[in-house]
């Protein structure tokens, strides 16, 4: 069956293609030179030259995000692979099917400390969630493919193959991808029954249950947000979603009370501390979410489905777990509820639900509106009005402004929401945003960035212009890390150490420098006309929005506070005030 | 839930490929787990695997976690929680070199002699004893020998298989 033996470089390739691969995001060095031959005498592959290695990554991580395919990386050996690092771990962190071939020296030259050498597979094994180093070009195939395997299946998460320049050289013959089936790798991806029929008893026995969504709906696929979807208008129970969660659920769907966590909505963080029965599907109740472990949802049972065994009982003591793949456990729970027409008590849902209007009508996210300064906020709101009838993905760097286009933003579907959630990281929305567009050429694709994040990968205007991607760079710039800022102000005495970025570059002209198209808003009556014009640009463009420099984003739990101790914006009469406990303050 | 500490004893079956045993420390320290012990040797060469025995320390919240771990590195078959699963037994061995003349010397062998401790090697002026047995029986020995002219103490961790007729599966 198998043909002609191959050089390494060109199995490489063969595999990539048969593994539906269609576009790679990298950057060439000399121990990736054969690959990048191989590249240059075939046609099906399009090569994506990033102006930065941790952007290839964030680039396949926005193409993987936004289109439910693998996204693939390819760089060279040494500081190719350690600048893909963060690429990587933000990809393990928030669970993204990466596939990154890293260039190698030469098998007799490894462990010599060789030129551009680095340990890779020793640097990357906490960052991936597998990693190869090919010794032998007859296992060249094989790897590619289990690699593919790895990081679809299961928990997703980034795969490296690390590869020696000897071996990409040498030949060998091709293995197909249905020639391989992975040794000990088998998650389960079917849910037990008995566990279904636990969960379904104790929805019905609800009298305040509440839905918790996150980032593993998304990545299980549309079908299983709108199963998630289906799940929750089906019980008429309120739901509340996680940052990586949004779009899982509609926003508009009147069950939903919005993001819940340290800067979630004020109903449903509420919510989440006063359930009975909380049903957790793809979310894995990380910190941001919890707040205070100990006060966490005190009374409630909780339901968690989730595919890596690992993530239940991790931080909070569950009461029924389900392990399986988001998709086929909410389809196997929709059928027991139908099949036994179980619903909550209806009365008590009456009730429940007055408690959420009641909290709902605080209106949590009421700033205090201005004519003269641009609150970030309303920018975002006239975004929002701008593009909500289009097919928008929104990137997001890290800081207040993500955290704004969190709440003020609004996702009616899966995949159109790329933000670093786990990892946090700086710099990733741009690059994403690249990714985003190459995988979805007729999207309106945004990056809501601040003015410090963009800095740290605005290099990729550069690789924008060169394949004439449209994204646009929506800056909310305040001059400060406002988030740096905003901790400083609450919790370190105002003492605003090294926040604020003197120096500044002119963006608009930095946006034209790159070839781009620049703008810039400074009263709030100029918004509308320059998110117009952004729209209408058929260029990269990034748009320096002058917004007020001190405002803060709120609701806000501090660390170490727990769910129902929400500080609320100035705006709100009654919100706690309590100072931040020194517990709290160690906390990140 | 208690919060009591339990020390498990648990058996990963894993792929006998470089870079295995990184995987396994490097899942504890970087995770912040206990490692009191861990050994591991090929023991199905036919299909090119090994097994790790580890021995843990934790909570039982912090010890599910740990399985929970170990079964999710793509190269683990399988994991067992020996401590969990029933009667097992355990083995340690050690080999212990104690240095000394007159009535020491003769202590050391008499105590060896009830420890079931066998001589390997032995000089005018020591002795290496081979001793398996619990980690328990080990240490009490090496106590023993402490004040007898101990210079020397090596021991591979534990190893542990379950009682009964089934194997790992
Ligand atoms: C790579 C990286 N370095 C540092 C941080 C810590 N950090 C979190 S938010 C933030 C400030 C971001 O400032 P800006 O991009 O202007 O956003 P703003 O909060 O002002 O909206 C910093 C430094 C981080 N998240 N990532
Ligand atoms: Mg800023």
Redesign the pocket.
């Known amino acids: 069956m198998s043909t002609e033996p191959m050089q390494g470089a060109e199995l490489l390739i063969k595999a990539l293609v048969d593994q539906g691969v269609e576009v790679i995001f990298g950057y060439p060095g000399g121990a990736v030179l054969p690959i990048y031959d191989a590249l240059f005498k075939q046609n099906r592959l399009r090569h994506i030259l990033v102006r930065h290695e941790q952007a290839a990554v964030h680039a396949a991580e926005g193409y993987a995000r936004s289109t439910g395919k693998v996204g693939c990386v390819l760089v060279t050996s040494g500081p190719g692979a350690t600048n893909a690092v963060?690429g990587l771990t933000d990809a393990l962190m928030d669970s993204i099917p990466i596939v990154c071939l890293t260039g190698q020296v030469p098998t007799h030259l490894i462990g010599n400390d060789a030129f551009q050498e680095a340990d890779t597979t020793g640097i990357t094994r906490p960052c991936t969630k597998h990693n190869y180093l090919v010794k032998d070009v007859r296992d060249l195939a094989r790897i590619v493919h289990e690699a593919f395997y790895v990081a679809t299946h299961g928990r997703p998460g980034p795969v490296v193959i690390d590869l020696p320049k000897d071996v990409l050289f040498a030949s060998g013959d091709y293995t197909p991808p249905e020639a391989v089936t992975h040794k000990s790798y088998r998650p389960q991806v079917e849910p037990d029954p008995q566990r279904i029929e636990e969960a379904i008893e104790l929805i019905r026995g609800a009298k305040r249950p509440l839905f918790y969504g996150g980032g593993g709906i998304v990545n299980s696929g549309p079908k299983a947000a709108q199963l998630f979807t289906e799940l929750v208008r089906t019980t008429d129970a309120p739901a509340t979603l996680t940052l990586m969660g949004l779009g899982a659920l509609p926003a508009s769907d009147p069950r939903f009370l919005g993001m819940v966590g340290m800067h979630g909505t004020y109903e449903a963080n509420l919510a989440m501390h006063g359930c009975d029965v909380m049903i957790a599907v793809g979310a894995r109740f990380d910190d941001r979410v919890t707040g205070k472990l100990s006060a966490f949802s005190p009374n409630s049972k909780k339901i968690h489905i989730d595919i890596d065994p690992s993530s239940i009982n991790k931080n909070v003591r569950v009461d029924v777990a389900i392990v399986g793949d988001a998709g086929r456990v909410l389809e196997a729970m929709l059928a027991a509820l139908k099949r036994r027409k179980a619903k909550p008590d209806g009365e008590a849902m009456a009730a429940w639900w007055r408690q959420i209007d009641e909290w709902r009508k605080r209106d949590c996210l009421r700033y205090r509106k201005s004519d003269d300064v641009i609150k970030?906020q309303f920018a975002l709101e006239r975004l929002y009005a701008a593009v909500k009838d289009r097919d928008t993905i929104i990137t997001t760097?890290?800081?207040?402004?993500?955290m704004?286009a969190a709440q003020f933003l609004r996702f009616e579907r899966p995949n159109r929401w790329l933000t670093s959630g786990g990892l946090?990281?700086?710099?990733y929305g741009l690059p994403a945003a690249i990714g985003a567009q190459i995988g979805n050429p007729g999207a309106t694709v945004i990056d809501v960035?601040?003015?410090?994040?963009?800095l740290?990968n605005i290099q990729e205007m550069s690789t924008a212009v060169q394949y004439r991607l449209p994204v646009k760079v929506f800056v909310?710039?305040?001059e400060?890390?406002?988030?740096?800022?905003?901790w400083q102000e609450l919790l370190h005495g105002g003492r605003y150490a090294e926040?604020y970025?003197a120096a500044l570059p002119d963006f608009v002209r930095l946006a034209e420098a790159f070839g781009g198209v620049g703008l810039r808003a400074t009263k709030p009556s100029e918004l509308d006309r320059v998110i117009a014009e952004m729209l209408r640009a058929d260029k990269p463009c990034i748009v320096d929005v002058l917004v007020d420099k001190t405002e803060n984003c709120f609701p806000m739990i501090p660390s170490g506070a727990a769910h129902n101790e929400m500080l609320l914006g100035p705006e709100d009469a009654g919100g706690s005030k309590k100072p931040v406990s020194e517990d709290g303050m160690v906390l990140v | 839930m208690s919060e009591a500490i339990e020390r498990h004893t648990i058996a990963v079956l894993v792929d006998n490929e470089p870079g295995i045993l990184a995987r396994v420390v490097g899942l504890f320290s970087g995770r912040g787990y206990n490692i009191e012990s861990l050994t591991v040797a090929e023991t199905d060469p036919a299909n090119n695997l090994s097994r790790i025995t580890l021995v843990t320390s934790g909570t039982r919240m912090i010890i599910e976690q740990i399985k929970a771990q170990l079964s999710r590195l793509v190269p683990v078959h399988g994991v067992h929680d020996l401590t969990d699963e029933g009667p097992h037994v355990e083995r340690e061995l050690a080999l212990i070199k104690v240095a000394g003349t007159g009535e020491k010397r003769i202590e050391s062998l008499r105590l060896a002699d009830i420890f079931r401790a066998k001589v390997v090697d032995s000089t005018t002026e020591s002795f290496i004893f081979e001793i398996t047995g619990s980690t328990e029986k080990l240490n009490a020995f090496v106590k023993l020998m402490e004040p007898l002219g101990l210079v020397d103490v090596s021991r591979t961790g534990v190893v542990a298989i379950a009682r009964g007729p089934r194997g790992f599966s």
């Open positions: 963060t970030p760097e890290v800081g207040q402004h993500q704004w946090g990281t700086m710099g960035a601040g003015e410090a994040s963009i740290m909310l710039n305040n400060y890390m406002g988030m740096v800022r905003q926040s970025t």
